[in-house]
């Protein structure tokens, strides 16, 4: 079983930036597709951006060319760097894990992690 926690999340001013990080136990990621989701109440799980084993990439169309995913295998950390922040970005953020490729829906992800709040104002 995969355990991932979230970091780096916070207040920060409208064009700001944050770098989200997420920390794997319990197995190596390289062998997953990682995701970063995001959330504010009442409102349904946003996919933001993906990324698979191969190091391939995806990314909603809402944050394509502010947001940068990517990952550490040695580290088995994943990253969220988010730049050019606006208010709409404002929302809890989560990563996920599931074994295997081209996972792209919050459905089809196994682990999960706790969450970090994001705050653009």
């Known amino acids: 079983e995969v355990q991932l926690v979230e970091s780096g999340g916070g207040s920060v001013q409208v064009g700001g930036s944050l770098r989200l990080s997420c920390v794997a136990s319990g197995d190596t990621i390289s062998r997953y597709c990682m995701g970063w989701f995001r959330q504010i109440p009442d409102k349904e799980r946003e996919g933001v951006a993906a990324i698979d084993s191969d190091g391939s990439t995806t990314y909603a169309d809402s944050v394509s060319g502010r947001f940068t995913i990517s990952k550490d295998n040695a580290k088995n950390t994943l990253y969220l760097k988010m730049h050019s922040l606006k208010p709409e970005d404002t929302a809890i953020y989560y990563c996920?894990?599931?074994?295997?490729?081209?996972?792209?829906?919050?459905?089809?992800?196994?682990?999960w992690g706790q969450g970090t709040q994001v705050t653009v104002s």
């Open positions: 996920a894990a599931v074994y295997g490729i081209g996972a792209r829906l919050d459905t089809e992800y196994t682990y």
